[in-house]
T-cell receptor, first 114, second 114 residues
Framework: AQTVTQSQPEMSVQEAETVTLSCTYD???????LFWYKQPPSRQMILVIRQEAYKQQNATENRFSVNFQKAAKSFSLKISDSQLGDTAMYFC???????????FGAGTTVTVRA | NAGVTQTPKFQVLKTGQSMTLQCAQDMNHNSMYWYRQDPGMGLRLIYYSASEGTTDKGEVPNGYNVSRLNKREFSLRLESAAPSQTSVYFC?????????????FGDGTRLSIL
């Protein structure tokens, strides 16, 4: 299984501020996909954003954006204008382009303070 | 549109008992997956089914069996439950086996084995 590392177990951010979650991965392949999933207290896994490794442009979804550094094997998530509803655990995930396996990091718990 | 439905949501078993977790999706997806989530860890793949009639092992298959009953349904069976199988189990589906198409997750089943 691929190694996906999220080095921040917990992060706290003030409402309306910005928080950045780090993720690094290990692979020798050139073609792959990266994802960020959100898991709120309801336990549901929700896709936040995805990135194809062959695309140089960083993906953006509303207040969520990524900083994809392929050479450094880094895939960080930035949450701008944080909202109380962003409180959740966030998982970084990796998938090879010709594989079925999603490898997840251990997760980062984000708490947004009012 | 219900998406991915898992039953039951909670279950308590005694060591040695058997149990089948049910999963159904109504999105006409080809591929289905079973994961387990343990504290401090990301989701780990137990088994997957690329298409109706096929199943394959994931990262942690020991102690589990699966059945892809039809295109909609993919069940996970614990033949003789062990305390180490206490976990939250997630079923997921995707249109295809691999690629940027994201996996859609059910709400999870919290399983406790005493």
């Amino acid at each position: 299984a691929q190694t996906v590392t999220q080095s921040q177990p917990e992060m706290s951010v003030q409402e309306a501020e910005t928080v950045t979650l780090s993720c690094t991965y290990d692979t020798s392949e050139n073609n792959y996909y990266l994802f960020w999933y959100k898991q709120p207290p309801s336990r549901q896994m929700i896709l936040v954003i995805r990135q194809e490794a062959y695309k140089q442009q960083n993906a953006t979804e509303n207040r969520f954006s990524v900083n994809f550094q392929k050479a450094a094997k880094s895939f960080s998530l930035k949450i701008s204008d944080s909202q109380l509803g962003d409180t959740a655990m966030y998982f970084c995930a990796f998938m090879h382009s010709n594989d079925y396996k999603l490898s997840f990091g251990a997760g980062t718990t984000v708490t947004v303070r009012a | 549109n219900a998406g991915v439905t898992q039953t039951p949501k909670f279950q308590v078993l005694k060591t040695g008992q058997s149990m089948t977790l049910q999963c159904a999706q109504d999105m006409n997806h080809n591929s289905m997956y079973w994961y387990r989530q343990d504290p401090g860890m990301g989701l780990r793949l137990i088994y997957y089914s690329a298409s109706e009639g096929t199943t394959d092992k994931g990262e942690v298959p020991n102690g589990y069996n699966v059945s892809r009953l039809n295109k909609r349904e993919f069940s996970l069976r614990l033949e003789s439950a062990a305390p180490s199988q206490t976990s939250v189990y997630f079923c997921a589906s995707s249109p295809q086996t691999y690629g940027v198409q994201p996996q859609h997750f059910g709400d999870g089943t919290r399983l406790s084995i005493l």
